[in-house]
């Protein structure tokens, strides 16, 4: 019984997880399209620091999803084993 909830609990999460990685990568395309329609006509020593500051950020957020997307990986891996736990486990 406690397996069949931590399994539903584990599903859950990572149907959430899922999610957000999917709206996360959409939103940053988004932002990254927006960039580069703006620094086509922005100039001078603003638009320098803040493609500066865009990078930056943008990188910090690519490296959020990619292990983001490893977590994911990994937590399917341990659900997958966790079912063939259970089901092995004889009154499952």
């Not at 149907?15 to 580069?36: D, I, K, S, Y």
């Not at 943008?58 to 994911?72: C, T």
């Amino acid at each position: 019984m406690a397996e069949t909830i931590l399994l539903t609990t584990l599903d859950e999460y990572a149907r959430q997880l899922q999610t957000h990685l999917v709206a996360l990568r959409e939103r940053h395309h988004g932002l990254e399209a927006a960039w580069l329609r703006l620094r086509d006509v922005y100039e001078g020593e603003g638009a320098r620091i803040f493609s500066e500051a865009f990078e930056a950020a943008s990188a910090r957020l690519a490296d959020y999803a990619n292990h983001g997307a490893e977590i994911s990986r990994r937590l399917q891996t341990k659900i997958e084993d966790l079912r063939d736990f259970q089901s092995a486990e004889p009154g499952f």
